[in-house]
Each structure stands twice: as C-alpha cells, then as structure tokens.
C-alpha cells in the first residue's frame, strides 16, 4: 500500500523543506487538492502553483481536481506533468470524455466518489479508468474524522475489481487516514491512501511521521488481519 500525503496540510512557507522530507520519508506521491471554491467550500491551487510544485520534486503528482466546471480547467492542470488526474462525476457533463481526454494527454484518468456517492456511478467509465480516489470524508474541510462505512466501500470496489480481472485499476482511500487507523485500512485491499493531517500534524517532524506510517504499511503487507 502506497501513502500519498496531501500537500494542502503542510507548511507552504518552508515548501523546499517540506519536498525533501517527504522524499527522504518515503512519500510514494504527492496529493495535490484543487478546489475552485463552488464544488466545494475550500479554495487551494492553481495551476502555476502545481506546475512549480512538479519541478521542485522528484515525487509523482497525484491532482484530484475538486471544480464545479473541471472541462474549463482542465487543459491548464494537464500542462502541469501530473501523474494522475482525477475528478468528481457529478461535476462533468460527459465524464467519459473527459477521462478520455485525460488520458489521451498521457495522464492517468480517474473519478473521485464522495461519500454519498454509489460505486455503480463507476460502471459507464470503466475501460477508460486508470484510478478510482474513494473519499472517507465530505470533501473540502481538513481534520475531519474518517467515515468507516467507506473502508468498506473501498473494499468491496477491490473484490469487485479483482473479480472483473480490473486489477489494473488503482483504489485509492482519501480522508481520516492517520497511524492508528492505517493497519486497518491496509487490510480493505486498498492500493494507495491519502494522508494530511496524518502525516503533517502529527507530534513528530514530518519525515518521521511518515517512515513511521511506512512502516506500519510494510507490517501489514507481511502480517495480513481482516479488515
């Protein structure tokens, strides 16, 4: 299992600081939210931001684009070197274009699920899905408690997937991933996590917040326990 800690959680003053932590942490790639303020309450990023963000680290971007009208945004984010980009269904107006125009650009193509949101909502976009961002929380708001149902959710898309012969698809759990849930979570399957105030506004520094949350992903691998 792969840990992605969300950028919007750090220290922006001391970025440069920030990008080396998590390289020498082990950061597997960085979640990069992009609000626009109307899809949801918060507001973040925008693409300038992103594309320095791309060329001060060696790490993956993973963009989950959180926009009422993602098509108008879209050409500048992918401009940005993500590795990944996903979106929210509800927002598109033809979301399989849309995926089909993320990946034509050499991008990983996904939908992010909120809570509420059923995983049928998958099932018209699935030969054009490279990751599927399954939310543990409402969208929009830091520090909120992870929602348990949605590891369940997580992992039932999994089976469903493995079932499919998808395992090409990758399931990623965003929202509430902290230490002392992460052996649980691990345990529903789930290919990567998003972590931020988990790995940024823990007691330790950064760097070893995140070895620390590694490791109990590499315990996990060995050690399997039922979700």
């Not at 469903?160 to 399931?171: A, C, K, N, P, S």
């Not at 290919?191 to 070893?208: M, Q």
């Amino acid at each position: 299992m792969k840990i992605a800690p969300s950028i919007m959680c750090a220290d922006l003053l001391r970025i440069s600081d920030v990008l080396e932590d998590l390289e020498a942490g082990g950061a597997d790639s960085l979640h990069v939210d992009v609000m626009d303020g109307r899809l949801v309450p918060g507001f973040t990023f925008g693409a300038d931001f992103v594309g320095q963000l791309g060329r001060a680290t060696g790490l993956p971007l993973d963009l989950h684009l959180m926009s009422a009208d993602p098509e108008r945004h879209l050409p500048q984010f992918l401009d940005c070197g993500a590795a990944t980009l996903a979106v929210h269904p509800e927002a598109c107006a033809d979301p399989y274009r849309m995926l089909e125009t993320i990946r034509r650009a050499g991008v990983g193509a996904g939908l992010a699920l909120n809570p509420g949101t059923p995983l049928a909502a998958l099932t018209p976009y699935l030969d054009v899905l490279d990751v599927v961002i399954i939310m543990a929380v409402c969208p929009g708001f830091v520090g909120q408690p992870q929602i348990e149902a949605c590891r369940k959710k997580a992992a039932d898309l999994v089976l469903d997937l493995v079932r499919q012969g998808r395992t090409d698809i990758e399931v990623v759990l965003d929202g509430g991933v902290k230490e002392l849930n992460l052996r649980s979570i691990a345990a529903c399957g789930v290919h990567k996590v998003v972590s931020g105030s988990g790995v940024f506004g823990a007691d330790r520094g950064v760097r070893e917040q995140l070895q620390a949350m590694q490791s109990v992903a590499k315990k996990q691998r060995e050690s399997p326990i039922n979700a």
